[in-house]
Each structure stands twice: as C-alpha cells, then as structure tokens.
C-alpha cells in the first residue's frame, strides 16, 4: 500500500513546476509527496510551500522546502493531498489525521487540488469512514446535539466518538480543538450535510471537502487511475 502511495505521490509531482506555490497536505501519502518534492528542490527546483500541518511543517523543514503563510502570499498554484474517501464527483471526506481545518483552509487558497491516494479510498458514497467533525471544546454536549440533528435533516444517523489519542487522552488538533468522529455509514447528500455542518457555532470545520479537489491520482494494482472533476 505504501508503493502505491508513493506511485501517486510521484504522479502528482508532474504537475508541480518551477516557481509554483504550494500547497502541502498531510499524512502518510503526502508526506510521499513532500518527500519527492524535497529532493526536486535540492536539486535546484523553486517552489514555496504552505504546510497544512505542524508535522507536515516538520517534514518540508527537514526537507529544505521554503516555506511561507497564507498572511504572506495571496493564492496558491497547487495544494497536493490526500483524502480517507473520494467519490465520483469528486467529494472527499478528509481529517483522518486531525488536520482538515488548515487542510481546507490551504485548498480553498489554492487554484487547484490534486488528491494522491491509493484506489482502497475510492467509493460510490461516501461515509464508510468515519466523519471527522472538529469542534470547539466549550459546549461539546450542545454541539454534538445539533450535530445529530444536522444528520436528522440531511437523512444520516450513527454513533458520534469524541477522537482520542494513542495516549488515551483526548486527541487536541493543531488547531487546540477537538475532534468528533461520526460513524455514518452512508453520506446520500454530502452537499447538503457539509452545509448544515457549516452553520453550528461549536463546529469549527468539518471533513466534507465538497468542490475543492480538481483531479484524483489514484494508485492500483492495475496502475494508475487519474480523474478530473468534472
Ligand atoms: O485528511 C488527512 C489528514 O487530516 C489525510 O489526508 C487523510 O487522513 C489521508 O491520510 P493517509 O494518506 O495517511 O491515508
């Protein structure tokens, strides 16, 4: 799985060229991705890099991959990613490792979004995995009550689990908030709860990311698949 992470990591490095600001998602296919990317800038390409993540900071750091903020440039060419599920219209259910919120803040900055993933990601609807819902600490009784009836209006249901982390305690994003994860199961109109999401006080982001990604690279056993949004 790691080989084809790394297949759609390289693919999606085809469309990255010399002067391009970037976009740079997190988790284990991205971090393929600012990998390769390290080793095209030591070999003397310029690109600049707003990281979606503390890790992902660390990585391009280590890297060598010049880095800059979403206060210090206006728009980016390019923010390569990956996603926990992605459908034909290429709607994604993101934040399996905690970092939506600066991860969609970054796409919603950027021209286009590439989505690397292996092809296990790929589903006619989404919901198999787990909802991740970032929330405001205060309140969080109150929110996961208008969470559900969110669910209720958009036809879903399921259990809500508040993420904890390896160490048993409450997983804290970079961010400083909390995530609720929202066993669903199957999302019939991912437009229509991402916008009644939007509209709870407590939720911060959620990881409904619905318009934002342009083209998939999706690495198989057969090879590689690439849609665009159409
Ligand atoms: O949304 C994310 C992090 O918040 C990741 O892109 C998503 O969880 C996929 O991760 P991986 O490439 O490790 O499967």
Redesign the pocket.
Known sequence: MDGL?RQAAARALEHVQDGMKLGL???????HFVELLGERVAGGMKVIGVP??EATRAQAEACKIPLTTLDEVDRLDLTV????ELDPALNLI???????LR?KIVAAASDRMIVI?DDT?WVDVLGRFPL?VEVIPFGLAATQRAMAAAFAQSGVSGQMGLRKGKDGHVFVTDGGHWIVDAHLGRIADAPRLAGQLSLIPGVVEH?LFIGLASTAVLAGAQGIRVVERR
């Open positions: 992470k998602g997190t988790g284990s296919t991205a971090k979606t993540s990613d990956g996603a926990d993101k934040g399996g490792g905690g970092a939506l991860e993933a990601k991740p990881g």
